[in-house]
């Protein structure tokens, strides 16, 4: 099994700025991908950002320029650096890795961390 660990949510001023961290421990083999996804009231869980194994990132179109995902691999933990955050961005924000664990690959997720943009 592999668990993911959240970090670093909280409440925040517009503005502001955050870093949320994951850490991934368990039987794990090799980790493709890491990624944040939020989920805001009433509505659909969205992809933020995510990060591959060899360093590709890639962003949605409403955090680019302000959020920054980077990797830890010798650590298996990535990083979202969340800058000039807007009340908008306020959402339950998701850990999520594509790890292959002995010749099996699976998707795994953290518990998740509220993040509150609000003056």
């Known amino acids: 099994q592999v668990q993911l660990v959240e970090s670093g949510g909280g409440l925040v001023q517009p503005g502001g700025s955050l870093r949320l961290s994951c850490a991934a421990s368990?039987?794990?083999?090799?980790?493709?991908?890491m990624g944040w996804y939020r989920r805001a009231p009433g509505k659909q869980r969205e992809l933020v950002a995510a990060i591959t194994s060899s360093g590709r990132t890639n962003y949605a179109d409403s955090v680019k320029g302000r959020f920054t995902i980077s990797g830890d691999n010798p650590k298996n933990t990535v990083y979202l650096q969340m800058n000039s955050l807007k009340p908008e961005d306020t959402a339950v924000y998701y850990c999520n890795a594509a790890v292959q664990v002995d010749n099996r690959a699976d998707n795994y997720w953290g518990q998740g961390t509220q993040v509150t943009v609000s003056s």
């Open positions: 368990g039987s794990i083999g090799f980790i493709y991908v």
